[in-house]
């Protein structure tokens, strides 16, 4: 009985240890939501990426949707075609590489 016990115990700490890790290596849309904006450009570019995971790209008077997520460190914009634009997120600056265009450096607003 006190054998069981203790295999027991090892199942239970070890889920315990599993658990842990995944939640430590999990990041917080939280941290990242906010308003960005683009410097130093003439026409007004900004994009905003709420808690839940959708977010909404505001070039001008032109607004698109789209749904957002991390992965590695990195910001990942789902587009309505099917596409995905990385960012690198570095502090609370997001750098964008968008086919045809130059980089984009998104500042969060605060």
């Known amino acids: ?18 658990l842990l890790a995944l939640c430590l290596s999990c990041e917080s849309k939280d941290k990242y939501a906010g308003t960005y904006e683009v410097k130093d450009r003439p026409d007004k570019i900004q994009m905003e990426l709420k808690p839940g995971g959708d977010g909404i790209w505001i070039s001008g008077t032109q607004e698109v949707s789209f749904s957002w ?29 968008i086919p045809g265009k130059k980089e984009m450096v998104f500042r969060k607003i605060p």
């Not at 009985?1 to 599993?18: D, K, Q, S, W, Y």
């Not at 997520?69 to 750098?95: A, F, H, M, P, Q």
């Open 1 to 18: 009985m006190a054998l069981m016990r203790r295999h027991i115990a090892a199942i239970e700490g070890a889920i315990l240890c599993l």
């Open 69 to 97: 997520y991390l992965k590695s460190g990195e910001l990942r914009i789902n587009t309505r075609e099917g596409g995905v634009i990385v960012g690198e997120i570095r502090g609370d600056t997001i750098k964008i590489s």
